[in-house]
């Protein structure tokens, strides 16, 4: 079984060779080919190694330990385990870093800093200097530090990672395991990558060595800009086995600059909730492939309750960019600037058409359970859908928790060899049916009916579940 270690960097020194402070380090001339091995990364890692940092953190916690009273033989082993008369102690921990400009701004992850009282900076040529916290955003993993020194300090620049292709050359400069100003190499190995650590995963995945130390750290191309940042490794052994991820150089540079105006990440807000469409729900909107989002329920008051929207469209691009799923969409609410009035392209009742929307700013994050595997029943039905439908009455509200807003027919129970079986399960209220509302069992047989007169077409109804609505296109079949 695989295991997420997040990287918590080193803090060994490096001496390096000196370059003229106030200029940035990375190549602002002739563009390098990515894709075209160097003959060697010397060059490269001597140039940009000033600008990479250690970054060290300590706060006070109370010890677990015992403490030993003053006359006892072992009251000297309170210092020893470093702690205070009070029967405190210092904890530290070690992260990297690297100079975004030369007034001394510095980016990290929030989890090397987090929950510090004080943090230091190490440089390569081994001054130490004590940093401030501007900011920091813990869904992205993003901080930004700020130390004051007489002169301008050498700093990098941010790539553009849109433009990174899977098999481009990196180069990872950080402190893994301890041993700082560590250089290591390797590729991109893939883009947008999700490993469930949060809404805004988008991670680049690298085979450049990246361990437990690398955390905050720069993955540069051969540009000498930075791609990403070195946040999180899957391991089974607690070492590099060829899969690092880093955060990419757009999604810092956008929440950085918010870090350092605002002092606080912004996020568009949409106001909607939002499921998956499939290749059988797209189908059920007279689209031919999978793609795009549905909207399940628009919040009163949210942005997108001012609009024109509906429960039930189908957005497919927003502001322009293509929406592929829940999580694309996610990424280019958040990354939209607040206030800007977008088009949605959506469909909806079979035709395209185009809302208006001015963006809103999330407040905070809604992230609501959800509920995704049904429960079956063995019961035999006798109808296209498989699925025992009673009505809606007071009864099977109390049981199942049906606010009083909420019309349809309850689900009984689901044949398990009906083409419901896994979509809808005991307590499941069916609200719609082909976008009409049904409120009895033969209502609900009539839309069957209608729907088995559309060939090839699923049947598309609405469902409530668990305090939320979502969409489910049932494939229909005949009778036995």
């Known amino acids: 079984m695989r295991r997420l270690m997040i990287a918590i960097a080193g803090s060994a020194l490096l001496a390096v060779l000196p370059v003229a402070a106030q200029d940035s380090l990375s190549n602002t001339g002739d563009r390098v080919d990515q894709q075209t091995r160097p003959d060697n990364f010397t060059v490269l890692s001597k140039r940009l190694m000033p600008a990479v940092v250690n970054i060290t953190t300590s706060k006070v916690v109370a010890s677990n330990l015992p403490q ?29 870093g690297f100079v975004i400009s030369p007034d001394g701004l510095i980016v990290t992850n929030n989890h090397v800093i987090e929950g510090a009282d004080e943090i230091n900076v190490v440089f390569a040529d ?7 916290l501007v900011g920091t955003d813990a869904a992205t993993d993003v901080a930004v530090l700020k130390i004051e020194e007489p002169d301008p300090l050498p700093y990098v620049e941010f790539a553009d990672s849109e433009q990174a292709q899977v098999g481009d050359w990196v180069m990872a400069i950080g402190n893994p395991f301890g041993f700082g100003g560590s250089v290591s190499v390797g590729i991109v190995s893939a883009r947008n990558r999700d490993i469930n650590s949060g809404n805004y995963d988008n991670y680049i995945q690298t085979d450049a060595a990246i361990n437990s130390g690398n955390s905050g750290g720069p993955l540069f191309n051969l540009n000498g800009e930075v791609l990403g940042v070195n946040t999180a490794i899957i391991t089974p052994t607690g070492g590099s086995v060829g899969l690092g991820f880093s955060i990419p150089s757009n999604l810092v540079k956008q929440i950085s600059g918010q870090l350092i105006e605002f002092g606080k990440a912004r996020r568009g807000w949409f106001g909607v909730n939002i499921q998956n469409a499939d290749r059988a729900l797209a189908q059920a909107y007279g689209m031919e492939n999978g793609g795009g989002v549905i909207i399940t329920r628009i919040a009163d008051d949210g942005p997108a309750s001012e609009a024109d929207f509906e429960i039930g ?39 395209e058409r185009v809302v208006e929307l001015e963006l809103g700013e999330l407040k905070t994050d809604d992230d609501e359970d959800k509920t995704d595997i049904p429960e079956t029943d063995s019961t035999l ?15 099977q509200r109390r049981r199942y928790s049906v606010p009083s807003d909420i019309t349809g027919v309850v689900v009984r129970s689901v044949s398990p060899r009906g083409p419901s079986f896994g979509k809808l399960r005991k307590g499941d209220v069916v609200m719609e049916m082909a976008f009409k509302s049904v409120e009895t069992a033969e209502d609900a047989l009539v839309a069957m009916d209608e729907a088995m007169a559309r060939e090839g077409q699923p049947l598309l109804i609405r469902v409530y579940r668990g305090r939320q609505t979502s969409f489910e296109a049932i494939d229909l079949e005949p009778k036995t």
């Open 313 to 351: 469209d189908l957005i497919l691009k927003f502001d322009g960019r293509d929406v592929r799923d829940e999580r694309a969409l996610s990424r280019i609410v958040a990354d939209t600037e607040i206030g800007k009035t977008v088009k949605v392209d959506l469909v909806r009742d079979g035709r």
């Open 68 to 96: 030993f009273d003053e006359g006892q033989p072992l009251n000297d082993y309170n210092e020893f385990f470093g702690r205070d008369p009070e029967g405190f102690s210092r904890e530290g921990a070690l992260g990297s």
């Open 381 to 395: 039905t006798d109808n296209p859908m498989g699925v025992d439908f009673v009505e809606l009455d007071e009864d």
């Open 126 to 132: 081994a001054r130490v200097v004590r940093a401030e």
